[in-house]
């Protein structure tokens, strides 16, 4: 068989090790050729890729980022996106692509499965709220820094009385915010599943320096949003693909919260820090297996499909449902964050 492999979207660590995976599976025990995509769609839609065998993605798997590039680029972005990229597929005689992507790019492998063309995906995200599977990689590793930060963070504000509003991604679901929040003990967290009154938020974080204490912890998604009226609040804009470029919830933050309590209030971004660098073992297993089961997918003939974790098994899901909804963190595990605040 021949299996063209390719990551779009932004990137995540794990991602380096699903291309191994599938290089070894795929080459190794079923003796098919593999070639990767450059830079996502767009190497689809240019017919630009590079063959990989066994050294191409050796030394690979503790790697961060990815290997073959990735961008943002979609084939709906073109008005021949989709005839484009099934020329290419039928020009270099390809039996299967695996696109491992987030929610955009698995909405492109759907559009593209619909169309006719042979699609097994794998989930990636840093952010976790792809909703068919129980975890994505990349989160466990984009928590981990994130903790790692806050627990930094707090001597800091600790010998300046501060109060630090700590911005973590998360466009939609508050999950990084979550768990990071929980692990490093944050004194709150605001997620854009619940949004916030600026005036309860206030008072907990003043009920922490009343008590004695002498410093507070605020960890924000970036989506996370005042509830409306609560204070003045500017959403920002859209990127040149339409996502949301946020104006920063951290930073209006410190200074409502900075004017409520007449305590000093910093914001602190911690951005592509959580993307880059070495994937945790956690998600290099994850990741390993998404590659071995994509593999065995396209082997079955299961098109349509995206490899999925559920509990300890990984599982095969349709595209279709995988694009459905996103996965928003419940009321219950933000009330079992909340109390121990
Ligand atoms: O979807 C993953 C993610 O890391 C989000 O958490 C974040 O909002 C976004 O990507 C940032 O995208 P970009 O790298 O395009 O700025």
Redesign the pocket.
């Known amino acids: 068989m021949r299996i063209g492999v390719l990551t779009s979207?932004?990137d995540c660590p794990g991602l380096n090790a699903v291309i191994r995976s599938v290089v070894h599976r795929a080459v190794v025990d079923h003796g098919d050729e593999v070639i990767g995509f450059r830079d996502g769609w767009r190497g689809l839609l240019e017919c630009d890729y590079l063959k990989l065998d066994l050294d191409a993605v050796s030394g690979i798997l503790a790697r961060g980022g990815t290997m073959l590039g990735s961008s943002?680029v979609q084939p709906a972005h073109l008005r021949d996106g989709v005839e484009r990229a099934k020329g290419h597929v039928a020009d270099l005689g390809l039996d299967a692509i695996i696109p491992i992507g987030?929610e955009g790019t698995l909405k492109a492998a759907r559009l593209l499965s619909d169309g006719g063309l042979p699609i097994v995906g794998v989930p990636k995200?840093?952010?976790n709220d792809i909703a068919v599977t129980d975890v994505t990689f990349g989160f466990d590793t984009a928590v981990g820094v994130a903790t790692e930060a806050l627990d930094r963070l707090k001597t800091t504000a600790e010998s300046h009385q501060r109060v630090l509003i700590v911005e973590v991604?998360?466009?939609h679901t508050g999950w990084i915010a979550l768990h990071s929040g929980m692990a490093a003990g944050a004194h709150a967290i605001v997620v854009p599943e619940r949004p916030f009154d600026i005036e309860e938020l206030a008072a907990r974080v003043g009920e922490r320096f009343e008590a004695g204490k002498r410093f507070a912890i605020v960890v924000a998604a970036?989506g996370a949003k005042p509830r409306e009226g609560s204070m003045a609040y500017d959403e920002g804009g859209k990127d040149i693909y339409g996502?949301e470029r946020f104006a920063g919830i951290a930073r209006q933050l410190s200074i409502e919260l900075e004017q409520r309590l007449g305590k000093e209030a910093r914001p602190v971004i911690l951005g592509?820090v959580q993307?880059g660098g070495t994937p945790t073992a956690y998600d290099r297993v994850l990741a390993t297996r998404f590659g071995w089961h994509a593999v065995e997918a396209v082997h079955r003939g299961e098109f349509g499909m995206m490899t999925a974790l559920r509990g300890t098994d990984i599982v095969m899901v349709s595209l279709a449902e995988a694009v459905e909804t996103l996965k928003t963190v419940p009321d219950e595990r933000y009330a079992e964050a909340e109390c121990v605040l």
């Open positions: 979207g932004g943002r987030g995200t840093i952010d991604m998360g466009r970036e996502h592509h993307r």
